[in-house]
């Protein structure tokens, strides 16, 4: 007989050999016992749990020359026919390659007659998702009401792709991930009984790589042995860092220097390490895999702090798996930013770990991943920014109102509402230049009636609160305008919400008209410089002269 | 002929043959690495070793079933590709692999089937492979060779002993060119070029791909920001041809990532246009790192929005416009 890979010749055989999946061996037993057999079941769960294991199992506990019985015997004909694959009455389908109704049709045609040699016709189709929608429906009627002594078993790993009229005539079972502390029970059973030796961490880090999946491990196990097996003299026992060497995984030091470089926006060393880690042939498709399981690790350090994550350790075994040492480490480089930013780091992290998963150079998408996670800006948390937005904000008072005002219309979203700017004027009355706080008064006006502050913007000011705010105009018809009774009343009513004080309003006709001509034009010339500078830009033109509106 | 004989990934190699040596070989593998670093050869070379009747602890590459290994002709072995003028792998290929593989071998010695670019099986053909992956028939050895495990389903990944392959070092490449006749120079100026594939560096001349760099890289150094017209009428040419569609954009990623990497460091020894020292040095200059990220991004969509049949014009203007766009 040829080589059997472990995972094939270390195949649980009964229902108490597979591995943490009790909730459902139990129930099958129990059926058993009970002579409770359903006529169809659906087996679910991920890759390598033990789905199409126990759909063998269960189809030898029914037909078991000894059973139906909770445990098959394993070694009457039966039993034996049945684990080689060549018992007539138990139909082992490939659903992924039989998928057309065609082939439903035979089956059902078969169904029709009795079992050759055993109690049950059993089939197992595995991979069942695969099968057509019309050969879905064709098996319908029968999946439903089988002839008495026929067994269905489906198997599939995607059980959101079939039918729901499938489902409602099955019975479901779901296979659970299996847990790291099971798989490490099982991976030291087999090694011990094919003769390798491994270090408990050793095995601990393989289950890690499995992912829940039994099977998973037991391949990685089985390149572990090849590679061991492969030197001469019998290798010492396998340690963590003959695993890493042997399955190209990373040193955990080197994620540790990357998460570094990261977070000191180093994109050289980033580099760096990524071009060792290359030249080590560690795979890189790993390596970014790890990256992203240590930038989470990082946060949740972040989140729980050291003693805590150590005592979550303590009690679920769950929150962060790893040596007390690598927490301590993570906990003090994640002191070093915020929650926030490691979200960041986390985000771009995972979403790039695809696109280096699929890139045919790996290497390349790694490299400008971490690069640009060095270029993140750091983000502060958001009650943090607040806090420093009022900071700034109560030392900026001191220089002028308008970037309070500023302020003010561009974070309308904070909880607290800023001050208004009227009280910032009153609490600092000395800072008072008047002619800024004439501007700020015009443009205050023109964002409601920007015809009034046209009017003003001829004019010049005198004074402004607390003395008698007075306005000088030099040109006639701006001053009957601003003099007419209805836009008095209009023009108090914005100083006293500019001022948040009643202001008496003093308006005066000056009679240089050249000085204010001059001025005019300046004030505006100001405000619109950059919006000047970007149309001379735009159109390639230059200043042939300067001319007001209305005027 | 021989093991020794293939260049690079020495412990691939050893663990691979103590495997077959002591008869311990996985009925399944994956070679996961970057095109043209010798994965098929080994893949190749591992048939030969098993059906050689010369050498019993290596191949020999010359007796009849070494060559009729090499040139396809062995009833025991079997290469499957996409059929000529298609893109895929398909269910059919994988059914008959499937139907092949449950008969008994020719010779009496263990079947080989390798499926070369084994991303390129659809979904259902990979789900078909399913269940011959985790069973095979006896005496049958299934190799999967894949450029990135990312495009393979988990069951499959699960089913397989991945073995993964880096590129090969500069200075072997180097040396095997120069072994063919290549000036030292031009040798390691290739190297570089096809960062360590074999493959590329021999097919290389073929595809003219040194000479199109340099109208290539004058025409991204066109696209200034705010140069519309530029771009417009560079994606007319660059869309041409779907083939060279497609080599334009795997060099222009390269591209990109050597004006970052420059950037970045300062340093020449990583860069893989080693000739255009001071294009690169001129150009990173100019363009800052979150208009690289984003126009590497968009290289590698285009790329993928080209396989999948999109306008190509189109997608070159995307990418191109996005260069010339003001940030």
Known sequence: ?551 | MGFSEIIGHKKQIDMLRQAWLNGRLHHAYLFVGPDGIGKKTLALALAQATHCTELDDDFCGGCGACRGIQSGNHADVRVVEPLSGKKEITIQQVRELEKELTLRSFSGRKKIAIIDRATLMNRPAQNALLKTLEEPPQNCILILIATNAGGLLPTVRSRVFGLSFGALPRRIVTQFLTSKGKSQQEAEFLAALTMGSLGAASKIEKEKLIEKRQGWSDMLSSLTPGNYRAALVSAEAVAANRDETLMFLEWAGIWYRDLLTFRITRAWDEIVNQDMLPQIEQQSAHTQENLLFSLLVKTTEASRRIQRNVNRRMVIEDLFLEAVEIH
């Open chain 1, 1 to 551: 007989m040829s080589y059997l890979v472990l995972a094939r010749k270390w195949r649980p055989q009964s229902f108490e050999d597979v591995t943490g999946q009790s909730h459902i061996t139990r129930t099958l037993q129990n059926a058993i016992r009970g002579n409770r057999i359903a006529h169809a079941y659906l087996f679910t769960g991920v890759r390598g749990v033990g789905k199409t294991t126990a759909a063998r199992i269960l189809a030898k506990a029914l037909n078991c020359s000894k059973g139906p019985a909770p445990t098959p015997c394993n070694e009457c004909v039966q039993c034996e026919q049945i684990t080689q694959g060549s018992c007539i009455d138990v139909i082992e389908i490939d659903g992924a390659s039989n998928r057309g109704i065609d082939e439903i049709r035979q089956i059902i045609e078969n169904v029709r007659y009795r079992p050759a040699q055993c109690r049950f016709k059993i089939y197992i189709v595995d991979e069942v998702h695969q099968v057509t929608r019309d050969a879905f429906n064709a098996l319908l009627k029968t999946l439903e009401e089988p002839p008495p002594s026929v067994k269905f078993i489906l198997a599939t790993t995607e059980p959101h792709r079939l039918p729901e009229t499938i489902l409602s005539r099955c019975q479901r079972f779901d296979f659970r991930r299996i847990s790291l502390r099971e798989i490490v029970q099982r991976l030291s059973e087999i090694s011990g009984r094919e003769g390798l030796r491994i270090s408990q961490g050793a095995l601990v880090s393989l289950a890690r790589e499995a992912d829940g999946s039994m099977r998973d491990a037991q391949s990685l196990l089985e390149q572990v042995l090849s590679c061991a097996g492969a030197e001469n003299n019998p290798p010492a026992e396998v340690d963590e860092p003959l695993l890493q060497e042997i399955l190209g995984l990373a040193e955990r030091r080197m994620l540790f220097d990357i998460s570094e470089a990261v977070i000191g926006g180093d994109g050289k060393r980033c580099l760096e390490l990524v071009a060792r880690a290359a030249e080590q042939g560690r795979d890189l498709t790993r390596l970014s895999k790890d990256l992203v399981e240590h930038f989470r690790n990082l946060m949740v350090a972040r989140l729980c702090g050291e003693g805590a994550a150590k005592n979550l350790l303590d009690n679920e075994g769950k929150l962060l798996d790893l040596p007390d040492q690598e927490i301590t480490d993570l906990s003090s480089q994640a002191a070093e930013v915020s929650v926030d930013t490691l979200l960041d780091y986390f985000d771009f992290m995972a979403a790039g770990d695809d696109e280096v998963a699929r890139a045919a150079n790996p290497r390349f998408v790694l490299e400008t991943l971490l690069v640009r996670l060095t270029t993140l800006p750091k983000t502060l948390p958001v009650g943090q920014l607040i806090e420093r937005l009022m900071q700034l904000e109560s030392r900026l008072g001191s220089d002028g109102p308008t970037t309070a005002a500023g302020l003010k219309t561009s974070s309308p979203r904070t909880a607290n509402p800023v001050r208004p700017v009227a009280e910032q004027v009153a609490a600092f009355p000395a800072f008072a230049d008047k002619d800024q706080v004439w501007r700020n008064f015009i443009s205050f006006v023109g964002k409601e009636k920007k015809l009034l502050a046209s009017h003003l913007e001829s004019g010049s000011v005198i004074a402004v609160p607390p003395e008698t705010f007075t306005i000088g105009i030099a040109e006639r018809h701006h001053l009957s305008y601003l003099l007419d009774a209805e836009n008095m009343t209009l023009l108090k009513s914005f100083a006293r919400r500019f001022f948040s004080s009643d202001v008496a309003i003093n308006l005066t006709e000056l009679p240089e008209v050249n000085v204010t001509r001059q001025q005019a034009p300046r004030a505006s010339g100001e405000v619109g410089s950059e919006m000047v500078k970007e149309a001379l830009r735009i159109f390639g033109g230059s200043i042939k002269g300067v001319r007001k509106e209305n005027a």
